[in-house]
């Protein structure tokens, strides 16, 4: 109910904040028997790492997991799984400037507004360091839904004006942006590199596409697996727009157009994003977010202190660029995270094999 | 669970199908003492009506809500309110040979995948008719909101690849598209008559504006208030793509652009779309969604029937051509949902008067 | 969230008052293609209905109840249940001279207190007629539980102080209590017409027995099937204690009394009443509730009005003398409600048959 | 929705087994500027850690709190809080000889047919030892009742079949048992030392009394505040029966009897246990739980093993004698929980101050 827990089945609660003792995870509803051990989840956790990439902040974080219980002999099972990563390269003193000062961007006046206090160290609970609890919660989601053939992959598309022409899966490891574009993340960097010498930030496009999810996931009429999906990616700090399939674009189609034929081998086209209704319809799952550039900027800004007083502000501290590629992991975090509950859902809510059943196409 | 309920605390509960016997909506949750009659109702309910403006089905229904429960001596009275609206012209017959036959861009083909069975009448609870139970729940949800100052308003903003070149929105009731700009309406409607010629159906994008919303409204980190509004937008049948404030734009602008600069009257520009950090900051909240075409088209199509084999489809029926502007109304009762149900959540989430407080702004 | 849902996966919302137009409830994530016609539920509404028996009140109630959506051919579709009942024997006038008094060991007084205003009449929502709703979701429930081999059975054990001397299930059906023990029962119907020419009332204990209920229902640590069995019995208006297999008798044994010993062929003692950690152990489910004797009497009592003043009220209207019988069926209804829930939360929350699975006994 | 969440707006998640790394708890929905330190929470875990009283274990639990976010400069900051108690003294090889055998009384069966599998070592999740996360998250909830007035306080009223005589609660810190009869809890301590020699276990029933609780608490008809209790105190592993005011006597009683009178000065009487209609009247709220005798005995038990061949058990280890008196602060804490989380509903659901006003009483 105050927000801090999401899913329904496969159920996650976060709690932590920046400069605070650590961040963590509860994941409650996980099935008995999966195997899980850190390194299973450490590794999405590096990628979401602060520290490295042409973008990124230089604060350092181990953001090493520990696992407190849920789990036996390597296996999961059934009972609730503690994740816990300790704050380690907290420099609260820093904040200490901006304790009374709201920063243009961030939550810093609206968590005044909603709880009429606030621990302004690092954003407290409104800092990106909160989606580091999403990436270990969404890592035992993904051990989950590799047992079931499902796969997410999220990749830059667009940074800062400059899009990808192409997505060629196979590049996106090839490059610091994980752009599936070698070429266009070559001008990615170059568009950073300008923007920092002008100590300003940017913002871009994340696709997530979602291969070999099965058919039936999503619950109508308000559970709807895309109405899920976005919810999951608006709740990531940075994100202002969500689509799905042709999304934005179908609004300048025609039906004729925008509609998917259907063939005994499959649709042949995918408008969709491959949701139909709200319901997954085997196809591939395909979600595209708009992130906005960083609030952080080391310019000044205009904005007012907690008496209401006009100030003028320079963000110093260790900022990223942009929230790209950084949140590539979360955008995966949450959509695992979805698909997880919505497997699971599905496994009761779908047709009983004890009932009465009509021939499936 | 199963996706049929909205909302934690002002919570409602959708049901029926197109030609079931009624649509209607259980709302959990309402204060005590909100003056309730059907006719606060029905007038959202005859927006959403089929049968009147230029892209409408000549379905004719007329949609009287009937309150069946939860008001006494015109009042709520904290109890459960229970709405009803039975289906009249509902011709279930015209839809016999679409039994077995998935119409591309419907629910048709997923709805059997999920479920192993359907109600293929008319769509069954896949129909947009479902919207109606959502209309009259969050006309409930508006009457709450007008005792808090909170008003929302839904208009066209973009219409078959037309879009409005302004925001008047003193015309938006003077055009049968509720488009804040007549010039570009007159557009839109001569874009859709062309279409219907043509058997084809269009798209478009339905702008959201809340005004008077109270800052502190969201929770974060799940909740935040603008992945509830994506969510509840998504959930809605036609819908792709949400975005909020500047939305996909603000991915190409730099943060010293896209930042809003605070000053002791307020924020000097509404990027940030009056929600930040997930918290609603007391400006004007501002959604847009993208609306896909209606699948329904009097055209030949590539399918397949429940056995898997090819046929090809037409689909006559009473169809419109867009699902704007009838969405309209849909499009504001969600938002409504969301927001009469984050308000009530701040009463208890919020400072408590008993506890130690900061001083506020 | 205000209280009128009940259920994680099979879940109802009921809603309705004593004098308002009908009572109703919403059944959601009923699973697709079980068999569902309106007899299927009337027998259950048969029983609970006032007009008969012994201890019952003359109100003449139909209770005739309607599916309004989420079947098809006779088959639920995995859609919302709507199922409604119109009242039609509603006195409302006379319970015009009670608008402003309440009525001792009634919710009178605590509805007033709470929502600062309610509908008087009958009661309104505090009603027994509310058990209606449930009992009729309740059948929908036993009949998802028929499919699973599990049968609920209540029966009166203790009505005025007479007790039960046995327990022959084959004598429930033979005696207008409902009591296992003809001869009791007689001293129960003799102790009835006593206590009714004294304008007084009596209570008594219903015992629900749950056979072929399979092992591993309930959720640890807080949804446990002893927990939830509890709320729901607690729910029922009338009842004040309840109690699981050897209840409070067991905290009177030592523990090597009250241990149930397991040999290869199962338990050779039932003190847990079938659960065990809150998980069902395969052994039938053994519950007890205690009901307290039915408040209204026809005899002067001190109270206050709304005023504060000191008043006295004889409440005539048409009273049972006993809950018992009529609970009955509610006790039932909700024990099969929270069984389904828990058999479709098993099938999900249950080892994953695709996972790594130790040997089970 | 698998268990481990207890709450709707102040709601806690607790994870942890008896032998892992840690036991611990989130706390979402405690309202922003409450005080609150790590020794607020201390006191509650001292008198529930194992290792005192004559009832006791041997096992040395330090149980110290760490909290790990939420609070800031000593004052809740309306985020998750997230308390941890790392396990100390845990001797797991002690349990090796159990690891394949299903211990009488316990969830050893239950647990292994529910999940496939479990962690054998002192009960794992099903381990009273789950408790201390209970009792943590429960002396938050205190913290916040304190600031509204409402007090609760359990204490022992029977024990091993030795019962209180009266309620002198001046008492109850006098007696290592927690009895408000200093003369009865003599008589059970002889009677434990008695069993203890027999190498057996004793029950007994625990009484929770709340003083100050403002009438309108508690959401009909599903969550009604005794139905909340009954779930929050069966969902305590050794509680087998609830009852609340008069409880199980009331079945015994006549409408006459049990009825309590309304004056202007407040209720001339108390059966209802401060209850009615399943809302909080403003008197002092009862409830009695059923506390089983502890199933852990150094005695020869006939079980079986995984295999489900017949075998003898002896269950040495380090246990209590009863859970009593060391269940008490568990009782308090989930009384607690209720009471917190219903506190904060009754201020988003109860009247409206900004809406129309029957005059109240």
New interface residues.
């Given amino acids: 109910?105050?927000?801090?827990?999401?899913g329904?089945?496969f159920?996650i609660?976060?709690?932590?904040?920046s400069h605070?003792?650590?961040?963590?995870a509860?994941v409650?509803?996980c099935?008995?028997?999966?195997?899980l051990t850190p390194a299973d989840i450490q590794a999405d956790l590096d990628r979401r790492r602060p520290g490295g990439g042409p973008a990124s902040t230089p604060r350092k974080e181990p953001d090493q997991v520990?696992i407190?219980?849920?789990t036996?002999e390597g296996?999961t099972?059934?009972?609730?799984?503690?994740l816990?990563i300790f704050n380690r390269d907290a420099h609260s003193k820093s904040y200490d400037h901006l304790k009374d000062i709201?920063r243009?961007?961030?939550?810093d006046?609206?968590?005044?507004?909603?709880?009429?206090?606030?621990?302004h160290r690092g954003g407290?609970?409104?800092s990106a360091r909160?989606t580091a609890a999403r990436v270990a919660a969404g890592a035992v989601a993904g051990c989950l839904l590799t047992?079931?053939g499902v796969r997410v992959q999220a990749y830059t598309v667009?940074l800062?004006?400059v899009a990808a022409q192409q997505r060629n899966l196979a590049e996106i490891s090839q490059n610091a942006l994980f752009c599936p574009d070698n070429q266009a993340a070559a001008a990615m960097v170059a568009r950073i590199d300008e923007?920092r010498r002008?100590h300003?930030?940017?913002?871009?496009?994340v696709e997530i596409r979602v291969s070999g999810c099965p058919?039936?996931?999503?619950?109508?009429?308000?559970?709807?697996l895309?109405?899920?999906?976005?919810?999951?990616?608006?709740?990531i700090?940075a994100v202002?727009?969500?689509?799905?399939?042709?999304?934005?674009?179908?609004?300048?189609?025609?039906?004729?157009?925008?509609?998917?034929?259907?063939?005994?081998e499959g649709f042949?086209g995918n408008?969709?994003?491959g949701?139909?209704?709200?319901?997954?319809?085997?196809d591939e799952i395909i979600i595209r977010v708009?992130?906005?550039?960083?609030?952080?900027?080391a310019?000044e800004?205009?904005?007012?202190n907690?008496?209401?007083?006009?100030v003028t502000i320079k963000v110093g501290g260790r900022h990223d660029i942009s929230a790209i590629p950084r949140i590539i992991p979360v955008c995966e975090a949450m959509a695992r995270l979805v698909l997880a509950d919505h497997l699971?859902?599905?496994?009761?809510?779908?047709?009983?094999p004890?009932?009465?059943?009509?021939?499936?196409?």
Same sequence: chains 1, 2, 3, 4.
């Fill in positions: 109910m105050a927000g801090n827990t999401f329904k089945i159920q609660t976060t709690w932590g904040e605070g003792t650590a961040v963590g509860v409650d509803g099935p008995p028997g999966l195997p520990e407190l219980s849920g036996f296996l099972t059934g009972t609730p799984i503690s816990v709201y243009p961007g961030h939550g006046i609206t968590y005044q507004q909603k709880y009429g206090r606030r621990d407290g609970r409104a909160e047992t079931a667009e800062g004006g923007v002008n300003d930030t940017l913002g871009g496009v058919a039936g996931l999503g619950e109508p009429v308000f559970d709807k895309d109405a899920e999906l976005a919810r999951a990616m608006m709740s700090g202002k727009g969500v689509e799905i399939g042709a999304g934005f674009a179908a609004a300048r189609l025609t039906g004729s157009e925008n509609n998917d034929p259907i063939t005994p042949t408008n969709s994003g949701i139909l209704a709200g319901i997954s319809n085997g708009a992130v906005k550039p960083i609030p952080s900027i310019r800004q205009q904005t007012i907690r008496q209401g007083q006009p699971l859902r599905q496994r009761t809510l779908g047709p009983d004890k009932l009465k059943r009509a021939p499936t196409p």
